[in-house]
């Protein structure tokens, strides 16, 4: 029996804030609803708070985590209680389906990747990061123990690619400098965002290193902004109208 495992960061316990936190950018949405295609009938898998859903398409939203089902807005069709690794649908039953920012949560990423395969008839798009760009983003100079964290979990592209049986386009994902989806890199020319506790806590990697690190990093980056010193080597993002980091969309057609 497949343990319906909510991955290795408790999102019941630690995920109260991603609802807010964590909203759909409509220019990434752009992207991932371009991949979809024609799809009438679409399957997001890893749901959580349904982010990047379709509101065109009939959506079939699979989510393990109960506290990140009830963030779901009342206008998106409720969740269901499952894990990517055993998906509750017959063979080739959705025309399209797609797994934003999740599939470093799996389990079985493999196993996971063969369902998502099993029950999708078209397009399958997985929206996720590079762990060997991550460090395209100055936060690591102020807390590298984080990014040697993501390094661990995000699966390499190739896995995913190969997963998916090949055949995928990968293609990085520009990041606008006033991205509306709490991830790192959306902060990346509006570093005071990093001092806000909540924003963090809609960042699972903050889980993953000790409190004494995040302190650290947090208040060595105050110091810089008030002193001018991140300015004076990072102050032209502020105005960045874009940024290329490690969020890469895989698409499968």
Known sequence: MTRLSTGDFDYDANGQFYARQRRTDPRIAALVHAALGSALTVLNVGAGAGSYEPADRHVIAIEPSAAMRAQRPTHLVPAIHGVAENLPLDDRSVDAAMATLTVHQWGDLEKGLGELVRVTRGPIIVLTFDGDALDRLWLGE?????????????????????????????????IPLDCADGFSEAFYGRPEQFLDPAVRKSQSAWGFVAPTVEERAVAALAADLASGAWDARFGHLRTQPWFEGAVRLIARP
Do not use: N
């Not at 390094?151 to 995913?160: E, F, L, M, Q």
């Not at 190969?162 to 520009?174: K, Q």
């Open 142 to 174: 102020y807390a590298p123990e984080l990014f040697a964290v993501e390094r661990r979990r995000y699966p390499a592209i190739d896995r995913i690619y190969a997963g998916l049986g090949g055949g995928c386009e990968v293609r990085p994902v520009p």
